[in-house]
């Protein structure tokens, strides 16, 4: 591993609830703060409960929505989209693969327009050479050729993520956000997709934000972890550090919380060599 890829400083992310005649909306503060680096080939995992803030730290990193205030830097530049619109050079950098394969796909669209689509809106790529990538990334992910010119519902719960992962990849980016990426599949086919992610992180040098509440998962795939409580990193260390030598009570809780295992029995669990 070398220098960050990324790095986040003091990002915060406000709303205002809607008010009334009587009285003016609250603010919300849902990030407080943020910051934290990723550095080339890792896997940055970050864990907490359900509305601490981790989807809505995505969707910065991401670029879907902006930081109230803070700093986003990408392999180097500065990104803040409610000063300048993402670029197709900026969207190529990070991409996301959300918890739910299904939703995340249209319906209507055959898999191979599914592929195709982040290369027409952000690439000058023609049409022989989309279609090319397209199969060539299906092999990477493990389905078939002839899975081209399926639709969404044709697919397993499984297929279906590896599709989305394939999507995510298409644009060759150098970061991966990874929503619940394996929370609402089968154990057997958590294994399949963890080894897959394992693989292409290999093959293209990835780096991984890795969301999760699934500690066991985390414990297996992290190199490093990040524990969010009410819009703060409370704290944030080695994976090995994390789970052996927890220092924030939160983290003591959220392990309290969650069966003892290692890193063998995890994998024993999930069916990963």
């Known amino acids: 591993m070398s220098d960050a890829i ?11 609830t809607k008010g009334s005649m009587f009285k003016a909306g609250d ?40 930081q109230t205030s803070g700093e986003l830097e990408i392999e180097g530049k500065n990104i803040n989209i409610a000063d300048q619109k993402p670029t197709p050079e900026m969207r190529q950098r990070m991409q996301i693969v959300f918890q739910n394969p299904y939703g995340s796909l249209n319906p209507r669209q055959k898999v191979g327009d599914v592929l195709e689509e982040p290369l027409v809106i952000n690439t000058n790529m023609g049409a022989e050479e989309r279609r090319e990538r397209a199969m060539e990334m299906l092999q990477k992910v493990g389905l078939e050729p002839v899975h081209y010119g399926r639709y969404p519902h044709m697919f397993s719960g499984g297929q279906r993520q590896r599709i989305a992962i394939a999507r995510a990849l298409m644009l060759r980016p150098k970061i991966l956000v990874l929503d619940e990426p394996v929370s609402a599949l089968d154990l057997s086919v958590q294994a399949q997709i963890l080894n897959l992610l394992a693989d292409l992180q290999d093959e293209f040098n990835l780096s991984y934000i890795f969301i999760s509440h699934d500690l066991s998962v985390v414990k297996y795939i992290a190199d490093r972890v990040m524990v969010m409580y009410f819009g703060e990193i409370v704290e944030q260390n080695t994976r090995d550090e994390i789970f052996n030598n927890p220092q924030h009570s939160y983290t003591k809780t959220l392990l309290a919380a969650t069966p003892r295992a290692t890193v063998d029995s995890i994998k024993k669990r999930l069916g990963v060599a």
Not at 30 to 47: M, N, P, R, Y
Not at 55 to 60: D, E, F, G
């Open 6 to 16: 990324l790095r986040a400083k003091d990002i915060t992310r406000d709303y205002v």
């Open 27 to 66: 603010v919300v503060h849902a990030l407080k703060g943020i910051s934290f680096d990723v550095k080339e080939g890792e896997t940055l995992a970050l864990v907490g409960e359900s509305g601490c803030g981790k989807s809505t730290l995505a969707r910065i990193l991401t670029m879907i929505d902006a």
